[in-house]
Nanobody
């Protein structure tokens, strides 16, 4: 059993910042790529940012220059630093992690709400 536990969501004003964390625990061999997705009300889930085991990153165009994904491999934890937040960033943010055993489906966190208000 593997768990991804997210934290750091909340209510923030336009232009503010939040830092999300997601820690993996349980029975896995190694966590490879880690990703953050988000799903706004009435919309499809979308990929926000991803980071490989080696630290290579990529971002959705909508968050480039504002969000930074990072990870601590020793802690099996991924972070998402979100700056200059906009109302359109409001969504439930989900952590996703790939087990190095590729035949195992990716793990998902329970989600954390981020609300950007004016």
């Amino acid at each position: 059993q593997v768990q991804l536990v997210e934290s750091g969501g909340g209510l923030v004003q336009i232009g503010g910042s939040l830092r999300l964390s997601c820690a993996a625990s349980g029975n896995f061999f190694r966590i490879d790529a880690m990703r953050w997705y988000r799903q706004a009300l009435g919309k499809q889930r979308e990929l926000v940012a991803a980071i490989t085991l080696g630290g290579a990153t990529n971002y959705a165009d909508s968050v480039k220059g504002r969000f930074t994904i990072s990870r601590d491999n020793a802690k099996n934890t991924v972070y998402l630093q979100m700056n200059s937040l906009k109302p359109e960033d409001t969504a439930v943010y989900y952590c996703n992690a790939a087990d190095s055993r590729r035949w195992i489906p990716n793990y998902w966190g329970q989600g954390t709400q981020v609300t950007v208000s004016s």
